[in-house]
């Protein structure tokens, strides 16, 4: 048996308005380049966006992010050294100010003509995070994830993975939460999740997508149960998905037990998800991971990160073998059947590759 060649051609002119790996990226958006400890006074390049960039920071803590070729031989600056907030060339020495600008050739007497240099790009620092701008306009003021991350009253933990696999795989998976049931049937997911009602909010013009989806009455896994006292008790799980930007999405957790579901508590639990794409078929896996109780307790915090990471890395091992399987398929053999339950990450895959390609609705 194979899926009806009238349902193939449907879904393959379906998927030519969807993102996928081939679409170009995104540029005028802030992601996220790091954590704050990410960078200091030694070099380090990091690729964003299919751009080689070199970061550090000066004497006085300001990060830097320069195009990582110099501009001379191409030999790469995060292999170079830094002179104060300078940066020297390792190859033949051209020496460049944090703001990328060429100040000195040392083969012609330190003489520099002028108008030469390496990009700069813009960078925010929040909380744990520095965000870069990698498009050519000006800066958007807001930051997508703000303000509650990086303060007190939100504590949490980082995590930073290397996923073999398109920026846009991630976000439709977290869009989806229907695989919680299965890809993390030995973690957070739980066998009613996938058939539970859902509420969708999608608007096409913001980019802003987003899922409810509530189980009720049902059993919290342990990530959950244990630090909110639910262990074993009838419990009402409240998620809140959402597609914020290509660089962000944020999961809500609002859990409690179903004998306060007239007057729920005000805890909450959120996920940030902060994809940021090195190449087409290769991500930055930022997440940060915060919540508004037991705020002081450090035991709270190692326990969710250590149940997180091993749900996280079920993603990061399924979205991996996903990719290669894709890349692997000849473009005229490749189709994706939907269902109305892909409604959401279908919408937002259609915004992306729309804003990616500047494409008019057809
Ligand atoms: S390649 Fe950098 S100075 Fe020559
Ligand atoms: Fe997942």
């Known amino acids: 048996m194979q899926t009806d060649k009238r349902l193939i051609d449907a879904a393959q002119r379906a998927g030519q308005h969807l993102a996928d790996r081939d679409t170009p990226f995104i540029f005028d958006c802030w992601y996220v380049a ?39 031989r191409s030999f790469p600056l995060s292999r170079s050294r830094l002179d104060r907030d300078t940066i020297v060339c390792g190859y033949h020495g051209l020496r ?20 030469i240099g390496v990009r700069a790009y813009r960078l925010r620092e929040q909380g744990p995070l520095i965000w870069i701008w990698m498009g050519d306009g000006e800066p958007a003021v807001d930051l997508p994830i703000g303000p509650w991350l990086g303060s007190e009253q939100w504590p949490g933990s980082n995590q930073y993975h290397y996923l073999p696999a398109s920026y846009v795989s991630l976000h439709e998976n977290l869009l989806d939460l229907t695989h919680l049931s299965f890809l993390h049937a030995g973690t ?23 899922l409810v989806r509530t189980v009720s009455p049902t059993r919290l896994p342990r990530v959950w149960a244990e630090p909110l006292g639910l262990t074993g008790i009838e419990s009402v799980r409240k998620t809140t998905s959402e597609f914020i930007a290509p660089s962000a999405h944020l999961v809500s957790g609002h859990f409690y037990a179903l004998s306060d579901a007239s007057n729920p508590p005000n805890t909450r639990i959120y996920t940030a998800h902060l994809p940021t794409p ?28 250590e ?26 053999e490749r189709f994706e059947i939907s269902f109305s339950a892909d409604r959401a990450a279908v919408a937002m895959r259609r915004w992306l590759k729309k804003t990616a390609t500047g494409a008019k609705e057809s």
Do not use: W
């Open 34 to 72: 790091g954590f704050s400890e990410d960078f200091d006074r030694t070099p380090r390049s990091r690729t964003v966006l299919g751009r080689s960039l070199v970061f550090y920071r000066t004497e006085a803590g300001e990060a830097v992010a320069l195009s990582d070729r110099c501009v001379h």
């Open 278 to 305: 090195e190449t087409a078929t290769t991500t930055h896996y930022f997440i940060h991971h915060a919540r508004n109780f037991a705020t002081q307790d450090t035991h709270v915090t190692q326990f969710m990160h």
């Open 96 to 115: 460049f100010d944090s703001r990328g600008q060429c100040i000195e050739v040392p083969s012609q007497a330190g003489n520099c003509p002028s108008g």
């Open 307 to 332: 149940q997180l990471s091993a749900a996280f890395i079920e993603d990061i091992e399924g979205l991996t073998a996903l990719e290669k399987l894709v890349s692997m398929t000849p473009p005229s």
């Open 188 to 210: 957070f997911g739980t066998p009613d999740f996938a058939a539970a009602p859902y509420s969708l909010e999608l608007d096409e013009t913001k980019g802003n997508f987003k």
